[in-house]
């Protein structure tokens, strides 16, 4: 797993956001505005090789990298760069992919900064098309059917009037009317695979575009909701502001993931890499939008006017959406290239050479492989009847043999009884464990209080606690959450008062998850009333048989049993203190880093996903699979979508703090936010396309729909609510004022 640009690309980026700001600055795009095209600008892109990075030389081995040229359509689309880049980039890869001595010829003119632009619709029938860039190029490549054509002498200097005001040409390129104006470059079965390729091409390239534009556009909405006060205070400390653009943001990271992983799909020949080209497309268009939509809107009055720029990103982020038709059209491709392939014609592009890695990895897959292996030979049919989603399904002799198994805690130093395994080994192996239906919470908790007294823990508190953690013969459960505190941990009211070596602690927490079967509590008392709130706790491993302990049993909708657990003069000694006495805030640092991740409740999203999949695959309506009906074969496709986003946001979160990958805080929020949020709303709209067999109990395939209905409300909150992760997306990642 590697999401991230390696130090070469990183010194292209920062060179094309360079010349970007210095070339396209407001001035010049509204100047441009006119004609749709700035020569000046594509002057220079020529000058250093821009148009052609995809121009594949004779007897190269591969082609130059795609990824390369997406962070060139992403600064192209920050800086709203006038001039057709995408399809200009697209037609330059074509014509290098094309043979033939019309074809070299065509290639050396662009070569030479003759601007050409490939048409990404299809121009048969008689149809007018709308091509990007077309009334200021010298020619348009287009293709009718096996035949790659250059048609020329079709543009115009005054292109007509759009939303976007760019340089588009619309007419009609195929008929009589046409036919003088047409040269021809290449055909065969070859020539079109070629053009098809070119076509996926310029979906990712400007794919990457509109990511730009729309992470630009949060920005300046940022920027400004930071200086703007109202009521006396920024704009920008209003939840109502903030929270939508954290929202925005967050999908247009999305976007931006979605087009690196169909790059590495391609790259990887996967059964699913179309799809991907087509998801990445359709999730950029949609995101854009929305992103302009939020970021004008937090401009107020002042974003409708024509002297600022954020109306430029607004008309831009649709017009690019739409040069290809209804997007809503490439979320259908979404659909017939993942469940409908068969007669489905389209080919991929050589993507060149980079590091993306999705994914957990060849190291990965062989320890899944692994663990697949162990439960297989060791879950018994009474284990699988026993087994559950919620705590019921722990099994304490399962328990320890996972451990004997090297599969409870394998990431651990090796010093407390782990292998060292990877994180990107561990996310392969929680995906085992959702595959076999075991539970996921246990083991989890407990990681996490091990972490923690591994950084903070005396020796001797070490001695008595990681070994029986590591054998399976020990749980941790947390105590964190007080009834009147709700999210706001750091107010807790539970008291820990000193008495000679020892401290008495008195008060409750609840959603205690694990406290009826752990053996240890992690609890965060108030050490120091007359300190801030912030700064007068401590935490504690509290033995849960200690005397003055009491459980009381809260069941939830979810089929899910948690607890309050009480503390009346609970006696423990100064051993069981983690971190320095009121020195809590560090401590829960570190814990809150370990949790704020949404890998554990994505898994069960994607787990639904997959078996509704199934179920639609082998259930029959009207004569026929559900998946055949295309309003389900849509939305399902949709949900494939959210469930691929959520899975890209969540690997980036995990390789990002693997890695210590410098402005990584908002990632895990990020991850969590997007993987609850969706996973909400699509068991909402799958319970609706499945009924009325989505409303009965453990029915088969379908039960993962219900139990995700009930289950993905409680998600929304657990980890944090979907509010607190908006509130921290919003000032780590935008940089706005704290908004709670």
Not at 633 to 654: D, F, G, N, Y
Not at 708 to 715: E, K, V
Request: hydrophobic share 45%; with cysteine; aromatic share 8%.
């Amino acid at each position: 797993m590697k999401l991230g640009l390696g130090e070469d690309q990183r010194l292209l980026r920062d060179a094309l956001a360079r010349l970007f700001a210095a070339e396209s600055t407001p001035d010049r795009i509204r100047l441009a505005e006119s004609r749709g095209f700035d020569p000046k600008l594509w002057t220079s892109l020529v000058e250093i090789g821009v148009h052609e990075m995809r121009v594949t030389t004779a007897g190269a081995d591969c082609a130059p990298s795609l990824l390369d040229a997406v962070l060139a359509a992403e600064q192209a689309g920050r800086h709203l760069a006038s001039v057709p880049l995408a399809e200009a980039i697209a037609a330059g890869s074509l014509l290098s992919c094309l043979s033939g001595t019309a074809a070299a010829e065509c290639l050396a003119r662009f070569r030479a900064g003759e601007l050409l632009v490939l048409v990404p619709q299809a121009i048969s029938g008689g149809t007018a098309v709308t091509v990007s860039g077309g009334s200021a190029a010298a020619g348009m490549l287009a293709l009718d059917g096996d035949q790659v054509l250059l048609i020329g002498g079709c543009t115009s200097q005054t292109p007509p009037p759009n939303l976007g005001a760019a340089a588009v040409f619309n007419g009609v390129l195929a008929g009589p009317e046409a036919q003088g104006k047409r040269q021809l470059i290449a055909s065969g079965a070859a020539a079109r695979l070629a053009f098809l390729a070119a076509v996926e091409e310029w979906k990712l390239l400007t794919a990457a575009a509109l990511a730009g534009l729309g992470r630009r556009a949060l920005e300046m909405a940022a920027e400004y909701a930071s200086q703007r006060q109202q009521f006396g205070k920024p704009i920008g400390s209003y939840q109502g502001i903030a929270y939508p653009l954290a929202d925005a943001l967050t999908d247009i990271d999305g976007a931006q993931l979605l087009v690196w992983r169909a790059i590495w799909a391609i790259g990887q020949e996967r059964n699913d890499a179309g799809a991907a080209v087509s998801m990445a497309y359709w999730w950029a268009a949609r995101s854009a939008a929305l992103a302009t939509r939020h970021a004008l809107h937090t401009f107020g009055g002042y974003g409708v006017s024509l002297e600022y720029d954020i109306q430029l990103y607004y008309r831009r982020g649709k017009a690019w959406a739409l040069l290809n038709g209804d997007p809503e059209r490439e979320l259908r491709q979404v659909g017939t290239r993942l469940w409908n392939s068969e007669g489905t014609e389209f080919a991929l592009p050589d993507v060149g050479e980079h590091d993306i890695e999705f994914g957990c990895g060849e190291r990965g897959e062989r320890f899944a492989e692994k663990a697949r292996a162990f439960f297989r030979n060791n879950l018994s049919p009474a284990l699988k009847t026993h087994a559950h989603h919620s705590v019921a399904g722990f099994h304490p002799e399962f328990n320890r043999a996972l451990a004997a198994a090297g599969l409870l805690f394998p990431h651990w130093p090796e010093s407390f009884g782990g292998q060292g395994r990877s994180a990107f080994e561990m996310a392969a192996l929680a995906e085992v464990y959702e595959e076999f239906g075991w539970e996921r919470i246990t083991s989890p908790i407990t990681n996490q209080v091990a972490q923690i007294i591994m950084q903070f823990g005396s020796d001797e508190l070490k001695r008595e606690t990681l070994p029986r953690f590591a054998a399976g013969e020990a749980l941790a459960c947390l105590g964190f959450s007080e009834p009147a505190a709700g999210s706001d941990v750091f107010d807790a009211q539970t008291r820990a008062l000193r008495d000679g070596d020892d401290w008495l602690i008195n008060g409750q927490k609840i959603f205690t998850t694990a406290a009826n079967l752990a053996d240890y509590c992690f609890l965060l008392a108030r050490t120091d009333a007359d300190l801030p709130k912030h700064k007068g706790l401590s935490l504690f491993l509290v033995p849960m048989s200690t005397p003055g302990v009491e459980i009381q049993a809260v069941h939830t909708l979810q089929d899910e049993r948690t607890n309050i657990t009480y503390y009346s003069d609970v006696r423990i000694a100064d051993r069981y203190r983690l971190g320095a006495i009121n020195g809590g805030i560090e401590v829960m640092a570190a814990t809150l880093e370990l949790e704020h991740g949404g890998d554990q409740y994505r898994i069960n999203y994607s787990q639904m996903v997959r078996q509704v999949i199934r179920w639609a695959q082998h259930t029959q309506r009207d004569g026929r699979p559900v998946i055949a009906d295309t309003n389900a074969q849509l939305r399902l496709a949709r949900v494939a979508v959210h469930a691929a986003v959520a899975e890209s946001l969540c690997h980036r979160a995990i390789w990002a703090m693997s890695e210590k990958i410098p402005g990584r805080a908002a990632f895990g929020p990020m991850s969590k936010l997007f993987s609850t949020e969706f996973y909400q709303r699509d068991a909402d709209d799958l319970m609706n396309l499945a009924a009325p067999d989505s409303l009965l109990v453990n029915r088969g395939e379908l039960a993962q729909v219900e139990l995700g209905y009930r289950q993905s409300i409680g998600m929304t909150i657990y980890g944090g609510t979907s509010e607190i992760h908006r509130s921290r997306i919003a000032e780590q990642a935008l940089g706005l004022p704290r908004s709670r």
